[in-house]
């Protein structure tokens, strides 16, 4: 399923697949006749299951749309909707997608530009979204093709009551080596207690999403300036032995199948002292309803080594594919849905520290938003702001990205190679094996930029 999507993604990035003069010909759109019904796809984490709960008694009430939502885990959900988008299936009228896929659909014109409706809905207050995450969304045209959802840094998450048990004391911007200490010292296997938690699961956009952000911290890159590929340099191997060697020694059980979810549900269980993920996880692990240490974590900035900060910059976003018949009303779902509005209804109806937070500015001035997201409002809003995707680690990049690499055949480069680190966690291959090979593969990407 990787390789298929990304052939189609590289495919059309080469101009092979010659579809973006397309507009829905051929193709019945959201796979519903009613113009009061579309179909919306979208990943499956906290905040896309909030709004499938409160969107028939908020939107659908107001506008008579109905929505039907499809969910699935990330790496279904790049499989699924690149397939359906490259190939103009048209069986939805809006997706969530990433600040990786954005631009490089936008360049193939697989996506309406947003920026027509933003600019004539007065009440929608673009102005008001952050530069960050309107600068990944924007194409080469200076148009916005998808609007965020909520947008997202990555930073470290701990257990404030298992560290003061142990007399330790978290630095505000921890290094990787005191993070390591801390795993050692914390890790109580007997007890069902992991170290850290970290992502295992194979995929570009979950286990090479945290370890990307160490790659570029200890001085490694996939590619230099001019498109050398260094996938097997002694830096990149550091930090991916340093990762691997962290998950498998101090880290959770089933870690190769361990994922963002898995993590969430780790860590808001009580069963790890630590967790490096997005900064977007911090809403529900502070909703008693739905984590069981509430009110007991500690937030930090990413883990450095060379760099001053290291967090990646994500935004899940709202788009709308060429082929939907039904622009109209897929353009009054997404306005509301990454409105201000949408926020109160968050907070009002399942709590504050729920908020799809992390791309408006207003939202850090919201009274109940800043007293329920104290404890890591601030870090979350730093964390986005010092991440550089022009500049993330010690050297320039061919490409945008911090935790990606802003091509198209990185999806299949990635995922690949994080196939093989994920069976190194699980001792059935080793990090040299899987970075000489991924160092293969990169030298025949590098050939297509040369």
Not at 126 to 144: A, I, R
Not at 164 to 170: N, R
Not at 215 to 229: H, I, L, M
Request: glycine share 10%; net charge negative.
């Amino acid at each position: 399923m990787h390789r298929r999507m990304s052939l189609l993604i590289a495919g059309a990035a080469a101009g092979a697949l010659a579809l973006s003069a397309c507009s829905g010909a051929g193709s019945t759109a959201g796979g519903d006749s009613s113009d009061n019904t579309i179909t919306a796809l979208m990943v499956g984490n906290p905040q896309m299951e909030d709004i499938q709960k409160l969107t028939a008694d908020n939107f659908t009430k107001a506008t008579g749309i109905t929505v039907k939502f499809t969910i699935l885990p990330e790496n279904e959900l790049r499989d699924k909707v690149t397939q359906d988008v490259a190939n103009q299936g048209g069986q939805y009228d809006v997706a969530t997608v990433g600040a990786y896929e954005t631009g490089i659909w936008a360049k193939n014109g697989w996506l309406h530009e947003l920026s027509t409706q933003a600019a004539a809905d007065t009440a929608y207050d673009q102005g008001d979204l952050l530069k960050p995450m309107v600068q990944s969304l924007t194409g080469e045209d200076g148009k916005l093709y998808a609007a965020p959802f909520y947008g997202e840094s990555s930073f470290l998450m701990y257990n404030k009551d298992m560290f003061a048990k142990a007399g330790l004391t978290m630095p505000e911007k921890p290094t990787w080596a005191q993070v390591a200490e801390f795993a050692q010292k914390l890790d109580d296997k007997k007890a069902g207690v992991a170290g850290i938690c970290l992502r295992g699961l194979p995929g570009w956009g979950e286990l090479f999403a945290p370890l990307t952000t160490v790659v570029n911290t200890y001085g490694g890159t996939w590619f230099e300036k001019d498109w050398t590929p260094k996938v097997n340099s002694p830096e990149f191997k550091e930090a991916t032995n340093f990762y691997v060697n962290l998950v498998k020694q101090y880290g959770e059980s089933g870690a190769p199948q361990a994922g963002f979810t898995e993590c969430a549900n780790t860590f808001g269980q009580g069963k790890a002292a630590m967790w490096y993920d997005a900064t977007s996880a911090a809403g529900t692990l502070e909703d008693p309803k739905a984590s069981k240490v509430a009110g007991k974590v500690g937030y930090v900035y990413a883990p450095v080594n060379k760099t001053e900060y290291s967090g990646w910059l994500w935004t899940w976003a709202w788009a709308m594919p060429k082929t939907t018949k039904k622009a109209d009303a897929a353009w009054k779902f997404i306005s509301w849905a990454t409105s201000k509005d949408y926020e109160q209804v968050v907070g009002k109806n399942l709590g504050w520290s729920r908020i799809p937070s992390g791309k408006r500015t207003s939202t850090y001035s919201i009274p109940e938003y800043k007293e329920s997201a104290k404890a890591f409002a601030d870090v979350t809003l730093g964390s986005i702001e010092h991440a550089n995707p022009q500049n993330p680690g010690v050297q320039p990049r061919p490409a945008l990205g911090v935790q990606f690499v802003g091509i198209p055949e990185f999806s299949d480069l990635g995922t690949k190679v994080s196939q093989e680190v994920s069976a190194a966690i699980a001792g059935s291959s080793t990090v040299d094996k899987a970075l000489d090979d991924g160092q293969k593969l990169a030298e025949d990407v590098a050939k297509n930029y040369k």
